[in-house]
């Protein structure tokens, strides 16, 4: 009965822990999976490309598909709309795939509002707030006026851990990865309320 639908993995994690590394690291050993690819207004980042990283659209076109609720969840961050279309999602789900969000912390509020009962959560960091900052700086991506912006959103983002399954400090990629299989398999086992409800009351009727 487990095996008949898909479910929902969420990572969120302050910009520069390594999420994107961890999920290409790991695609290969969990299974059919649906990596959710956010619509976002920022520029693109150079070795950026649409449709592999993000789907990048104006701010114009963002406002119109929300006005048309075509996302799962839309946050502003860092002055950037960054949002979940909801088609390809039902769709993954219905083809029993493992959908994989990299979200931040308002869109796991969102995701958890409407699909709590198949979604496991992890949220992922550095081992300290320095290590972050000298990961920002080393990727050489970011103005150091958004550096800073995105330390303090890290300092805000970590008070939320308590609201996650599991926690994941990337020290160590070979043995964050390890982990994070772990917890994407064990994602997949996890049944939904509806699913559950059927299963009691065919046990019971069996009796």
Same mark, same amino acid.
């Given at each position: 009965?487990?095996?008949?639908?898909?479910?929902?993995?969420?990572? =969120?994690?302050?910009?520069?822990?390594?999420? =994107? $590394?961890?999920?290409?690291?790991?695609?290969?050993?969990?299974?059919?999976? &649906?990596?959710?690819?956010?619509?976002?207004?920022?520029?693109?980042?150079?070795?950026?490309? *649409?449709?592999? /990283? &993000?789907?990048? %659209?104006? !701010? #114009? %076109?963002?406002?119109? @598909?929300?006005? #048309? @609720?075509?996302?799962?969840? &839309?946050?502003?961050?860092?002055?950037?709309?960054?949002?979940? $279309?909801?088609?390809? %999602?039902?769709?993954?789900?219905?083809?029993?795939?493992?959908?994989?969000?990299?979200? *931040?912390?308002?869109?796991?509020?969102?995701?958890?509002?409407?699909?709590? *009962?198949?979604?496991?959560? %992890?949220?992922?960091?550095?081992?300290?707030?320095?290590?972050? !900052?000298?990961?920002?700086?080393?990727?050489?991506?970011?103005? /150091? #006026?958004?550096?800073?912006?995105?330390?303090?959103?890290?300092?805000?983002?970590?008070?939320?851990?308590? @609201?996650?399954?599991?926690?994941?400090?990337?020290?160590?990629? *070979?043995?964050?990865?390890?982990?994070?299989?772990?917890?994407?398999?064990?994602?997949?086992? !996890?049944?939904?309320?509806?699913?559950?409800? #059927?299963?009691?009351?065919?046990?019971?009727?069996?009796?």
């Amino acid at each position: 009965m487990n095996t008949k639908s898909g479910a929902i993995l969420v990572l =969120s994690g302050p910009s520069g822990a390594g999420k =994107s $590394s961890l999920i290409r690291k790991i695609m290969d050993d969990i299974g059919p999976i &649906y990596f959710s690819i956010s619509t976002t207004t920022r520029a693109m980042r150079e070795g950026e490309a *649409d449709g592999r /990283d &993000y789907h990048f %659209v104006t !701010k #114009e %076109v963002f406002a119109q @598909e929300i006005e #048309e @609720e075509m996302f799962l969840e &839309y946050a502003v961050v860092h002055g950037n709309y960054y949002g979940t $279309s909801l088609g390809p %999602v039902k769709k993954a789900l219905k083809e029993g795939k493992l959908v994989i969000f990299d979200i *931040d912390v308002q869109g796991h509020d969102a995701v958890q509002n409407r699909l709590s *009962d198949i979604t496991t959560s %992890v949220f992922i960091t550095t081992p300290t707030l320095q290590e972050l !900052k000298t990961r920002l700086l080393n990727r050489s991506t970011d103005s /150091d #006026e958004v550096i800073a912006k995105r330390l303090e959103m890290a300092k805000r983002e970590v008070q939320r851990i308590s @609201e996650y399954d599991f926690l994941i400090v990337n020290d160590d990629l *070979d043995e964050a990865a390890a982990v994070l299989v772990n917890i994407a398999k064990a994602a997949r086992m !996890k049944i939904p309320t509806l699913q559950i409800n #059927e299963f009691v009351q065919t046990w019971e009727e069996k009796a």
